[in-house]
């Protein structure tokens, strides 16, 4: 048997007639940017997320960027975040000229971990960013409070994680703006690129609305420098079939999670493996279903490959080591939980199409590994 880690084509196939016939209307409407289909998704998403606004944008990566520009972060300015995250977390702040300032991870959630946060605050601090990571969201009720306390925005970088909660408040709705992706991989996602900010601040909203179209107020008239990242059509229409289903596809996603927790807690391997956590009162939709295993990690997944079940390690290398932030003077050592998590840490195949018999042969080839 082979469980690929990923299968987009068996959630297109039940929706593939729709998709087809709603992108031959965007077609025969020839109205590709932007639009009538943006703005009903964007629409749909800001009442799912719980917030009074959504704004597309081209990607995730550009919602983080635009996120930042708004809260006017600049040259010599500090974005407090976690090292261990998608590059474009930090990238989006270096390309304003600012500082990423990182801070280690709790080691059960890979989020970032409040406890460290208000000892890296300076009076360089202009924005702090937690990164749901896989998922689940950060424990923004502590972040919330550091945020008040200093007077410091929190854009939520919640690439991963549309739909899940904490305290019974949504991702995207916690921070000052929300930064989603719709990434095909995503839980919800297009078919390319994409990407929406959320904020219940009505001029944050304007403003993230002009900066997407080069800081234009209207076409030839500018009030600021923005960039052009703007929402398309096609991908709106995609999404829109899609998101329809975004709610069962999630908790799918949180059943198959529940279903590995049990089948590894009655396997007995011959070696530690540390199954995902949710936090209390959270929603976890499970973007990702990540094990730990502090010893054996590449063997494993070397034997894991060798009998088909798809894995990937999300992130090899945390930010404050990699070559492009040299400059900023961190060193091995200085973050041991991401470190550490790097080392020891991959995703396992998770999708709401995934059988319970595919489930079992992962579980199977786990314990067929023998540890030297």
């Given amino acids: 048997m082979r469980v690929s880690l990923v299968d987009l084509k068996g959630q297109f196939a039940p929706l593939r007639e729709e998709m087809l016939a709603a992108l031959g209307q965007v077609l025969d409407t020839q109205q590709f940017v932007l639009g009538a289909e943006v703005k009903a998704l964007e629409g749909e998403i800001a009442n799912y997320s719980h917030t009074r606004h959504a704004i597309g944008c081209a990607s995730g990566s550009d919602a983080l960027l635009l996120a930042l520009m708004a809260l006017d972060v600049q040259d010599g300015d500090e974005v407090i975040t976690s090292p261990f995250t998608f590059f474009a977390t930090g990238s989006a702040i270096t390309r304003l000229g600012a500082r990423p300032t990182f801070v280690d991870i709790d080691p059960l959630t890979y989020n970032i971990d409040p406890g460290r946060v208000e000892a890296a605050i300076t009076e360089r601090t202009k924005v702090i960013i937690p990164v749901h990571m896989y998922g689940q969201c950060a424990d923004m009720e502590q972040l919330s409070a550091i945020s008040e306390r200093h007077g410091l925005p929190l854009v939520e970088d919640a690439a991963q994680a549309i739909g899940a909660e904490t305290g019974g408040r949504r991702a995207g709705s916690m921070g000052h703006i929300g930064c989603l992706s719709f990434y095909p991989t995503k839980n919800l996602g297009g078919a390319g690129d994409g990407g929406m900010l959320t904020t219940s601040d009505d001029g944050l909203a304007e403003r993230l609305r002009t900066l997407r179209v080069h800081g234009g107020a209207t076409e030839y008239l500018?009030?600021?420098?923005?960039?052009?990242?703007?929402?398309?059509?096609?991908?709106?229409?995609?999404?829109?079939?899609?998101?329809?289903?975004?709610?069962?596809?999630?908790?799918?996603?949180?059943?198959?999670?529940?279903?590995?927790?049990?089948?590894?807690?009655?396997?007995?391997?011959?070696?530690?493996?540390?199954?995902?956590?949710?936090?209390?009162?959270?929603?976890?939709?499970?973007?990702?279903?990540?094990?730990?295993?502090?010893?054996?990690?590449?063997?494993?997944?070397?034997?894991?490959?060798?009998?088909?079940?798809?894995?990937?390690?999300?992130?090899?290398?945390?930010?404050?080591?990699?070559?492009?932030?040299?400059?900023?003077?961190?060193?091995?050592?200085?973050?041991?939980?991401?470190?550490?998590?790097?080392r020891e840490t991959f995703a396992l195949p998770i999708y709401p199409e995934l059988s319970d018999e595919q489930q079992e042969y992962v579980v199977e080839a786990f314990s067929s590994f023998k540890p030297k």
């Fill in 222 to 342: 500018h009030t600021e420098v923005g960039i052009n990242s703007r929402l398309d059509a096609f991908q709106a229409v995609v999404l829109r079939i899609k998101f329809r289903h975004l709610e069962d596809w999630s908790n799918a996603r949180a059943a198959k999670a529940t279903r590995y927790n049990e089948l590894f807690a009655g396997a007995n391997l011959p070696y530690e493996l540390v199954s995902p956590l949710t936090r209390p009162n959270a929603r976890h939709i499970f973007h990702q279903y990540v094990v730990r295993i502090p010893k054996h990690r590449d063997a494993l997944m070397k034997h894991l490959g060798e009998l088909g079940v798809g894995t990937k390690v999300y992130y090899p290398v945390p930010l404050h080591l990699q070559e492009c932030f040299r400059y900023l003077g961190y060193a091995e050592g200085d973050f041991p939980e991401a470190e550490r998590a790097s």
